[in-house]
């Protein structure tokens, strides 16, 4: 009986992009369950022969910040195979922080295909202790920056993932494509240069930054009657804590921006979970209230989505050419 990575054999026996979604749905609903990335395998009769596997192997990237992160991946070249695999991993080599999956130069493939994005504190190091980052983005910039500087990567001229990400809020995910495109015109991995693979959301994609340029507003009882079609679906702590927080502010504001109600809102959480001892930013009393606030957020922030006139993706699949110097 041997232990095993749960994630890497999701990855196994979902290996093509059509199963994208499949696997982050799979990997997202262990995350937001809590369930052990390791279990025991008793098959014994096939051992897998690995060409050349290297763990736990520790690099590092200065990017244009100016800093220097450090990084700890696997690469995994099964023999007699033209895919190969790259995980990043937390750096115990406990947890997978993303997987890259592409065809050698000799396949014809020229597609790197990412899931499985985590932000784990320790899946990136910074050499500044007293730089503050945010781990999905530095390290989706070390898989851009090592897809254009890896000479073994240098045939790829595509990026593919499925756009999955997520906002924790205590213990309930925001869904980024709705929540992003309200705070900012767009998704989450398209402030990264991707872009949707379907010329139908590519279209959508264009409607949608268009109509956050348009900065509409709502009117206090377009919101307060929004809300309270909301409220079948809210707890009754949800809705205390929506009474006692929010309800305050857009009673005393007779036009409501947005998005400065949606950061705000969000600012409540995030500030709780991060306990802010700053007297002057607001810090709920107990964790009750913050997963309310959190619970508050998710039921209606789709909502304000429709409501403000965005449209919805048809699929969730993204890319990011890229342009080599010559």
Partial sequence: MNEVSITRK??????????TGVRQNILLYMENHNISNFGFSTKTKHKLNFKNQIGGEIYDVKLKDNNTY????????PKGKTKYKILFLTFDSINECACLTFG??????????????????????CKNKNNVFKTGDILMQIIINLVKTNPELSHIDKIELADMSQKKCYDISLKLVYLRTITDGIPYYAKFGFRPVLQTDYDIF??????????????????????????????EETYNAYNKYIKKHILNNEIIDPVIFMKQTIKIADNSIAENKN????ILDDKKELMAICDFISKIYIKVYNFLGYKHYHENLWELII????
């Avoid at 499985?116 to 899946?123: H, R």
């Fill in 206 to 235: 264009k409607y949608n930054r268009a109509n956050h340029k348009l900065n509409k507003k709502m009117k206090k009882n377009e919101l307060l009657d929004l809300i309270s079609k909301c409220k079948i679906d809210m707890s």
């Fill in 104 to 125: 050698n130069k000799e396949s014809n493939n020229n597609v790197l295909k990412i899931d499985g994005i985590k932000s784990f504190d320790d899946c990136i190091l």
């Fill in 70 to 77: 450090y990084y700890n991946i696997e690469e995994i070249k």
């Fill in 279 to 282: 007297p002057k930013i607001l």
């Fill in 323 to 326: 342009n080599r110097k010559k």
């Fill in 10 to 19: 999701i990855y196994e026996y979902f290996d093509e992009i059509e199963y």
